[in-house]
């Protein structure tokens, strides 16, 4: 059973801290870069908003995974009150106001108004899209933030679990 326990407490890092790797490559690779290299920031924009689709059906795998794991792990769904795994189910629920409420409508008003970087600032409709990617990447910023705390809480309770010995601890060499 040791071993089943351990990988599932493997799964949980491994997809939290995927997670995680991810939002920040997405922030400093993705973004920077569409921005940086290519010629039409609307282009970039696009560009951008299909890879944070990508993000976060990415973000709800883990998520799903994370939880189930936490919930084998402590043999009942109660585990999912754990800080780490309520961590997660608040950076799951933030991912899906983005993915299906904020993003959405900044699609729309997107369509609307043709291009964003011709819009002038001024028109409602830019100053909407304005406002909703305000809101979006502070979703982005609060998810990223949750999930650094939901993974030291994570690795904090595999830590407490082995100092308590629950866990126990081959060290090699010793006998």
């Known amino acids: 059973m040791y071993g089943v326990k351990s990988f599932f407490r493997f ?40 890879a944070i689709r990508g993000l976060h059906d990415f973000g709800i795998a883990a998520a799903v995974i994370y939880l189930l794991a936490a919930a084998f792990l402590g043999r009942s769904w109660k585990a999912l009150g754990r800080p780490g795994a309520m961590g997660v189910v608040v950076m799951l629920a933030l991912t899906f106001v983005s993915q299906r409420i904020v993003i959405p409508r900044m699609d729309s008003l997107r ?34 933030l949750i ?29």
């Not at 973004?31 to 940086?36: D, E, K, L, Q, Y």
């Open 11 to 50: 799964l949980q890092v491994l997809a939290l801290g995927g997670w995680i790797g991810a939002m920040i490559y997405f922030a400093a690779v993705v973004t920077v870069g569409a921005f940086a290299t290519l010629p039409d920031q609307d282009l970039a924009g696009s560009i951008v908003g299909y």
């Open 111 to 144: 369509a609307r108004m043709g291009s964003v970087v011709a819009t002038a600032a001024t028109d409602p409709l830019r100053a909407q899209f304005d406002r909703l990617h305000g809101i979006s990447v502070e979703l982005e910023v609060a998810i990223l």
């Open 147 to 175: 999930g650094l705390a939901a993974l030291f809480w994570t690795v904090r309770e595999i830590g407490a679990m082995k100092d308590a010995g629950k866990i126990p601890v081959k060290r090699a060499g010793l006998s």
